[in-house]
């Protein structure tokens, strides 16, 4: 029915319409056509060229390098209010150290439509520039879009830390905990707040936490390693704690194998 529709008067929904059928199909290049043959014959059709972003982006997804920037650029053309393609964007610019590209990514495309998880890609982006008041005004305006917004409460106690205000940085972790309990670096740097608040048990506590949702995370075994010398494990409990390390690295690296095991990293203070 689209294709009669397409050689009659009403082509540039056919064709859009036809590319969601393949889309939908799981036809992603067939769709893609669909999409651009919409686009010629109606060059101001939205819908066709959102549709039409959506593909490239997650043509982006599979692809690498230049490319991946090419396909991203060429979606944001076409669907420049897309808040998700554009912070994909920014964070290719971000991977190949065209910091200030990304910021100007972001920063237009908060003229266009505030929204929190801009503001907060654009505090991380300052904050790598080393404009640190900046980031951190980002940071906070995040919540004053969305209060409960998980990255940005991290990023303020994060920011609260750096500036010694240890007590004014705790909440901030611990609401970021609640809210989102499946968010691995928020326990890594609640834990190191409770240690260095000299609140053991609990620091121990919730780097345990993250260690049961990411068991290499390298950051959180450094602080828990770090920690265990000061609460009330025995020696041989923390000495244990070391082999227990030792083992999981040593079972990564058979696993993968030494030349192919990815570096080990985790966020944190």
């Not at 654009?122 to 404009?131: A, D, K, N, S, W």
Request: include cysteine.
């Amino acid at each position: 029915a689209y294709q009669k529709a397409a050689a009659g008067g009403w082509k540039a929904e056919a064709f859009n319409n036809l590319g969601v059928f393949h889309k939908e199909a799981g036809s992603d290049s067939e769709a893609q056509f669909m999409f651009q043959e919409a686009i010629r014959c109606n060059p101001d059709f939205q819908l066709a060229k959102h549709n039409l972003a959506g593909i490239l982006a997650k043509r982006a997804t599979g692809s690498s390098g230049k490319e991946s920037g090419r396909l991203l650029k060429r979606a944001l053309y076409l669907d420049p209010d897309n808040t998700m393609i554009a912070l994909s964007l920014a964070a290719y610019y971000s991977s190949v150290r065209k910091i200030e590209r990304a910021v100007f990514i972001l920063e237009v495309q908060n003229r266009r439509s505030p929204n929190a998880d801009v503001l907060n890609a654009l505090g991380v982006l300052y904050r790598e520039l080393g404009q640190t008041v900046k980031a951190n005004q980002f940071f906070r305006n995040a919540l004053n879009v969305n209060p409960v917004h998980v990255e940005a409460l991290n990023n303020v106690s994060i920011a609260l830390v750096l500036e010694g205000k240890l007590g004014e940085a705790i909440p901030y972790s611990e609401a970021a905990v609640q809210l989102k309990p499946e968010y691995a670096d928020a326990y890594v740097n609640l834990g190191k707040l409770y240690q260095d608040a000299g609140l053991i048990s609990k620091s121990v506590e919730v780097l345990r936490r993250c260690l049961e949702l990411s068991p290499l995370h390298t950051t959180a075994w450094d602080n828990m390693l770090f920690t265990s010398n000061y609460g009330d494990l025995s020696v041989d409990a923390v000495s244990d704690l070391h082999f227990e390390w030792g083992a999981r690295l040593e079972q990564h690296i058979t696993t993968l194998g030494l030349a192919d095991a990815p570096p080990l990293k985790g966020t944190g203070f």
